[in-house]
C-alpha cells in the first residue's frame, strides 16, 4: 500500500512563507498524480493544489494561485507545496493525496491521503 507522511506544518504569522513536504512510500511514486487539500474546522475538505505524475502540469484552486507552488522528486519520492503570502484564511490541516491518472480537483478520486499537517496563520 501507498503511505504518505506530511510534514512541515507549524504556526506562521500573515505574510510569512512554509513548505511543506509529503513523502511517499510502498508505492511507484512517479505514476502518480499528487494533489494538496485542506480541511478547517467546520468546513468541508478543500482543493489546494495537484501535480501531474511527470511535474509537467499543475493546477490551482483560484484561492492559493499565485501564492502557492506545488512540485515534486520523483527521486526522493516526495511532493512539496511551497506557500508564501500566507493569510490567515489559508489556517487549516493540510493533506497530501495521490491518484493513478490525470489530476483532478475532487478529494473522492484520490485514493491514498496522509495523516495531515496543521498549518495555523495569525493576523
Known amino acids: 500500500q501507498v503511505q504518505l507522511v506530511e510534514s512541515g506544518g507549524g504556526l506562521v504569522q500573515a505574510g510569512c512563507s512554509l513548505r511543506l513536504s509529503c513523502a511517499a512510500s510502498?508505492?511507484?511514486?512517479?505514476?502518480?498524480?499528487m494533489g494538496w487539500f485542506r480541511q478547517a474546522p467546520g468546513k468541508e475538505r478543500e482543493f489546494v493544489a495537484a501535480?501531474?505524475?511527470?511535474?509537467?502540469?499543475?493546477f490551482y484552486a483560484s484561492s492559493v494561485k499565485g501564492r502557492f507552488t506545488i512540485s515534486r522528486d520523483n527521486a526522493k519520492n516526495t511532493v512539496y507545496l511551497q506557500m508564501n503570502s500566507l493569510k490567515p484564511e489559508d489556517t487549516a490541516v493540510y493533506y497530501c493525496?495521490?491518484?493513478?491518472?490525470?489530476?483532478?480537483?475532487?478529494?473522492?478520486?484520490?485514493?491514498?491521503w496522509g495523516q495531515g499537517t496543521q498549518v495555523t496563520v495569525s493576523s
Open positions: 493525496a495521490s491518484r493513478s491518472g490525470a489530476v483532478g480537483a475532487q478529494a473522492y478520486e484520490y485514493r491514498y
Open positions: 510502498g508505492g511507484t511514486f512517479s505514476s502518480y498524480a
Open positions: 501535480v501531474s505524475w511527470s511535474g509537467g502540469s499543475t
